[in-house]
T-cell receptor, first 116, second 110 residues
């Protein structure tokens, strides 16, 4: 089946440091998966951070970037300079692009804490 | 914008009890989902529904029932709660391009 593996948390970095959260995927049942990063801030629901549906493309949002690399089956999340407000749990996910809906397969989540 | 409302926010049940979680969405989305999230683990799909009265099993459907009574609502039933079970259940809906999530129902079984 399909699977997503991401950096195990917790991850702690200091404000203004750079960040990378690794994500690799295996899409055995989906020829051209869509890739997503979701984030859950404290006290809030899970929400979409960014998505990329085409291999080779980069998605970006709130200073975060991720590039869809089909060769290495990776979708790492990066930010050049984190802020305390980025403290959250981040989930990498893949989904099919078909009429049955965007059923998602999630990674285990990475809890990020940014020290002031 | 729309919203997904899950009730209750917290649910405490007893071993063997049948428990029902409810979800409402006002996005007018066709597809709705129930995911289970265990501490330190990713989300796992329990059931989904692509239209009213439709039900599709996910990877974790055993021990659960679901019902899509109308387009805007999707309920999940834990058929027999397991002792010491703790998890967060997330409802979601999608328009085939993006999935939107509710804030979850936290279940504790004593």
């Amino acid at each position: 089946g399909d699977s997503v593996t991401q950096t195990e948390g917790p991850v702690t970095v200091s404000e203004s440091e750079s960040l990378i959260i690794n994500c690799t995927y295996s899409a055995t049942s989906i020829a051209y998966p869509n890739l997503f990063w979701y984030v859950r801030y404290p006290g809030e629901g899970l929400q979409l951070l960014l998505k990329v549906i085409t291999a080779g493309q980069k998605g970006s949002s709130r200073g975060f970037e991720a590039t869809y690399n089909k060769e290495t089956t990776s979708f790492h999340l990066q930010k050049a300079s984190v802020q305390e407000s980025d403290s959250a749990v981040y989930y990498c996910a893949l989904g099919a692009n078909n009429n049955a809906g965007a059923k998602l397969t999630f990674g285990g989540g990475t809890r990020l804490t940014v020290r002031p | 914008g729309g919203i997904i409302t899950q009730t209750p926010k917290f649910l405490i049940g007893q071993e063997g009890q049948k428990l029902t979680l409810k979800c409402q969405q006002n996005f007018n989305h066709d597809t709705m989902y129930w995911y289970r999230q265990d501490s330190g683990k990713g989300l796992r799909l329990i059931y989904y529904s692509i239209t009213e009265n439709d039900l599709q099993k996910g990877d974790l459907s055993e021990g659960y029932d679901a019902s899509r009574e109308k387009k805007s609502s999707f309920s999940l039933t834990v058929t027999s709660a397991q002792k010491n079970e703790m998890a967060v259940f997330l409802c979601a809906s999608s328009d085939n391009t993006e999935v939107f999530f509710g804030k979850g129902t936290r279940l504790t079984v004593v």
